[in-house]
Nanobody, 121 residues
Framework: QVQLVESGGGLVQAGGSLRLSCVASGSIFSENTMGWYRQAPGKQRDAVATMTSGGSTNYADSVKGRFAISRDNAKNTVYLQMNSLKPEDTAVYYC???????????????WGQGTQVTVSS
């Protein structure tokens, strides 16, 4: 099992910036994907940005050019730098970890508790 602890959420005005951090601990497999999902009230949880341990990234179209994901593998930490924030970015942001290889039961995704990001207009 992997534990994920997020930090860095808060309230910001439109056009502002926030940086989220997530530290992973526990049974961490060296080859993995970490990243961020978000869920707004009444909506499904959607991927925002993910990054493999090898450095490959994926971004939702809605955040390309504004958000940047990075990670420090030595510290088992993933970051999300969010710039030019918009009111529609308001959501609970969840940290995500998934092992890249192994049996299916070993590759269940792990989730953090979530951190609220609120962007006022």
């Amino acid at each position: 099992q992997v534990q994920l602890v997020e930090s860095g959420g808060g309230l910001v005005q439109a056009g502002g910036s926030l940086r989220l951090s997530c530290v992973a601990s526990g049974s961490i497999f060296s080859e993995n994907t970490m990243g961020w999902y978000r869920q707004a009230p009444g909506k499904q949880r959607d991927a925002v940005a993910t990054m493999t341990s090898g450095g490959s990234t994926n971004y939702a179209d809605s955040v390309k050019g504004r958000f940047a994901i990075s990670r420090d593998n030595a510290k088992n930490t993933v970051y999300l730098q969010m710039n030019s924030l918009k009111p529609e970015d308001t959501a609970v942001y969840y940290c995500y970890y998934q092992r890249s290889h192994g049996y299916p039961w070993q590759r269940f995704p792990n989730w953090g508790q979530g951190t609220q990001v609120t962007v006022s207009s």
